[in-house]
């Protein structure tokens, strides 16, 4: 329920101010005046209805007292602040707060407070109710902590983008109706003023049938585009509709019915059309620009579309497989800027695991990326990529400024965050690392075993080993064959004693490398982190 629809009463500012007034006094946050300031100022600003100026700039100049010169995508403190900020909130809501009938909380990607109402029972409201605070009406007094109200205000719309369906006679032109999926994501991230879930949560919907309500609850999201393709004989029909996930109804639908060579057309209109309805402002720029990559060879693209459907597994024979196709498309169309950026990509990840460890391996990625970058300047993705390839090629400053670039020319860009995000790491830059893997993740809310592997290296830096260590398990778990998760996983539980698990571990990597040693490049940017693991590495079999 949106606070912009819903009366504001005083007796809910009162009530609001007066759990206000109650986290601040508890000692998670009584020592933190930083972070006090940002809390009541951010609040102060969400309830005055002005929820729309609290941009970064303001909150440095205000909060944090910089200069007028505060650039905030030099100067990350309010993001990372931010970022402490939500730690903070969620260690109070698990401790001393976990019965508070208000509870604040700042969603990633916004400055805007969310308040929630929690409905509870008549002997709980009435045992957590502030000094002070009027009586709560409650309801469903039977039934405890039944249901939470939210009440939110949200500068941007929320959508994802589900896998269109494969309604072709033939299986196998599955990776067609993914591919038509990947680049509307891909072109809706790129608008502003929309936030975009990413392509691997948005995948895990393949193939499941769930209601609207239950998928945006999960992403946490207002709006699904949804629908299915059919390629025939040179011809697509593509079918689309948006859905609105809190009522189930259906805002819009279209039915395209086109040549092959004008499935750029479709997908352009398609993303039009939903900034319409969505009543998003766009750009000069996002107004003008519908280039997808750059190419107009239908044959490349497709090529393209086929070596993206099998990189995802991490499995060398398939990455491998994936790098012919790219190659592929570059052969038909040599200016093709993204198939140059995932050419790039695939043959970085070759290097990395020591699959094509030469050193024109890595070069001949950087070459890639930047002819991606001469092509178009203006591709997100490139500038992803160009601080994944400069960050392996010890380029501490280019691979930090690319990433940089990529998040705020795309700040849906899920991969974009995680790059930069691994570079800083590498840079022992933790905490900023952390607030990029963070709000990855956010865009990225399904787990995904790269995402939980840059969270460890996060943690590390920080020195929380538990958290580390709880974060390579999980990317373990979840995708096997990628290595680096059982490298790191060696290292940890030898870092805290657990010999006979790291035996296992070093185990795994040394059968997924083929008995090499080591298994995956040295990552760390910073001498003294590459000190710190040096006798680590030795110490557990890997070097």
Request: hydrophobic share 40%; charged share 25%.
């Amino acid at each position: 329920m949106d606070l912009s629809s819903t009366p504001w009463t005083k007796a809910q500012d009162i009530e609001v101010n007066q759990y206000l007034a109650k986290v601040l006094a508890s000692p998670m946050f009584a020592q933190a005046e930083r972070q006090q300031r940002f809390l009541r100022y951010i609040l102060a600003e969400t309830l005055a209805g002005r929820a729309e100026k609290l941009k970064g700039y303001t909150i440095g100049v205000e909060v944090f007292d910089r200069e007028s010169s505060f650039d905030p995508a030099v100067d990350a403190i309010v993001r990372v602040e931010a970022a402490r900020l939500r730690t903070k909130l969620r260690e109070y809501y698990a401790a001393d707060g976990h019965a508070d009938k208000v509870r604040f909380d700042l969603p990633k990607g916004a400055y805007a407070v969310c308040i929630a109402w929690q409905q509870l029972d008549a002997a709980q409201a009435l045992a957590t109710k502030p000094p002070g605070a009027p009586s709560p009406a409650v309801h469903n007094a039977n039934t405890g902590n039944l249901s939470t109200h939210v009440y939110q205000i949200v500068d941007k719309p929320s959508l994802a983008v589900l896998p269109f369906a494969n309604m072709s006679s033939d299986p196998e032109q599955e990776y067609f109706a993914d591919g038509i999926t990947e680049c509307l994501i891909t072109e809706l991230s790129r608008l502003g003023g929309l936030f975009i879930i990413s392509r691997h949560s948005s995948f895990v919907y393949k193939g499941v049938t769930k209601r609207a309500e239950e998928i945006g609850s999960e992403l946490g999201v207002r709006y699904l585009l949804e629908g299915s393709v059919q390629r025939a004989e040179g011809w697509v029909r593509i079918t689309a509709q948006l859905v609105d996930t809190k009522s189930g109804a259906h805002l819009w639908a279209e039915h395209y019915n086109r040549q092959l060579e004008d499935i750029f057309a479709v997908q352009d209109d398609v993303t039009q059309r939903i900034a319409t309805i969505l009543q998003v402002k766009l750009s000069a720029d996002e107004g003008q620009r519908h280039n997808y990559g750059g190419t107009a060879s239908m044959e490349a693209h497709d090529c393209l579309l086929r070596g993206l459907e099998r990189l995802w597994s991490y499995e060398r024979t398939s990455v491998e497989q994936a790098q012919t196709h790219f190659e592929r498309a570059l052969a038909l169309d040599p200016g093709y800027a993204a198939a140059h950026v995932w050419l790039a990509r695939v043959l970085t990840m070759r290097w990395i695991f020591f699959w094509d460890d030469r050193d024109e391996t890595l070069e001949r990625a950087f070459e890639h990326v930047r002819m991606a970058l001469d092509i178009d300047p203006q591709l997100p993705i490139a500038h992803a990529v160009m601080c994944w390839v400069q960050r392996w090629r010890g380029q501490k400053d280019a691979a930090i400024d690319a990433g940089r670039r990529a998040v705020v020319m795309d700040p849906n860009n899920a991969d974009a965050h995680l790059f930069l995000s691994t570079a800083l790491s590498a840079a022992n830059f933790g905490q900023e690392a952390l607030h990029y893997i963070e709000t990855g993740m956010r865009l990225n809310p399904h787990p995904s075993t790269f995402y939980q592997f840059a969270l460890g290296l996060c943690y590390f830096v920080l020195e929380d080993y538990d958290k580390a260590l709880q974060a390579f398990e999980r990317g373990a778990a979840l995708t096997e064959p990628f290595i680096p998760n059982h490298v790191w996983l060696c290292i940890m539980y030898t870092l805290l004693g657990q010999d006979d698990k790291a035996a296992i571990e070093r185990e795994k990597a040394l059968t997924l490398s083929g008995g090499r040693r080591p298994t995956v490049q040295p990552i760390w940017l910073d001498e003294g982190l590459s000190l710190r693991t040096h006798d680590l590495i030795q110490r557990v079999g890997l070097a």
